[in-house]
């Protein structure tokens, strides 16, 4: 392996250990910072691809680790159906079309998100008003994912927004991303952006993002979730937005 191809390797297996860490400790994060790190390095499309096995195998970890999951896909399935349909439809963005806006897409996420965990907005959502507002964000939340890989906006505060068990939420996110990621792969898939060949270099990045997400869960009764929590979304805003402003700069 030449010295290129092995600094290569290794900065994506440090990349996917990192974020296995960040999702053992907090439950999600995995994509996000692997889109958000690998963002910088090639273009997003190529980052996805990496991401596929990686945060499928985690998710559905996550989602298996409690016995709620067949409630949970029959509440959820509206939010679910919307994500599969938005991520599908929107997957050409970051497949191709979009160029370097798919990196500006993916700044401008990064930073959004950041932003709402570091300034703690919190909402509140009525369970009379789910049935009516679950598909939108799922839409939603699939044409984000679909244009930048990110799989967290607006879905993620929305599950908050319901007022969950601790548990449920959890699982309700594995589910969510879970979802993302297999909607993700179908989508750039027909765009001709992930292949056979891609999952060789995806499969490579599941042993780091396993040992980062064990690693994660025994950390995580160690240190104040509120701190690495905080310092987390600092680290995203500062991806974010250099991400974003390299589209202007």
Not at 69 to 82: I, N, Y
Not at 102 to 127: C, E, H, K, N, Q
Request: net charge positive.
């Amino acid at each position: 392996m030449t010295s290129p191809a092995a600094a290569r390797v290794a900065v994506i297996a440090l990349t996917f250990l990192i974020a296995g860490i960040v999702k053992g400790v907090t439950g999600m994060g995995l994509p996000t910072v692997a889109m958000g790190v690998l963002g910088t390095l090639m273009l997003p499309a190529q980052a996805a691809s990496l991401l596929i096995l990686p945060s499928f195998i985690t998710n559905v970890w996550q989602l298996l680790a409690g016995p709620g999951v067949v409630a949970l896909v029959r509440r959820f399935w509206p939010m679910m159906a919307g994500i599969a349909i938005g991520t599908v439809a929107a997957a050409s963005f970051i497949a191709g079309s979009g160029g370097v806006w798919a990196v500006a897409g993916l700044g401008a996420a990064l930073t959004l998100y950041a932003a709402s965990g570091l300034l703690s907005w919190r909402f509140f959502v009525s369970p009379r008003h789910e049935r009516r507002l679950s598909p939108v964000i799922g839409l939603a939340t699939g044409l984000v994912t679909g244009g930048t890989g990110v799989f967290v906006v607006p879905a993620v505060p929305y599950l908050q927004a319901l007022n969950l068990k601790k548990e449920d939420l959890v699982q309700a996110l594995g589910l969510s991303f879970t979802v993302s990621t297999v909607a993700l792969a179908i989508g750039l898939a027909r765009e001709s952006a992930f292949a056979i060949d891609d999952i060789a270099g995806s499969l490579l990045a599941v042993v780091p993002a396993l040992l980062g997400m064990w690693l994660g869960q025994r950390i995580r009764g160690r240190i104040s979730p509120a701190t690495f929590r905080r310092w987390f979304f600092i680290c995203m805003l500062a991806l974010g937005l250099q991400l974003l402003l390299r589209r202007f700069i």
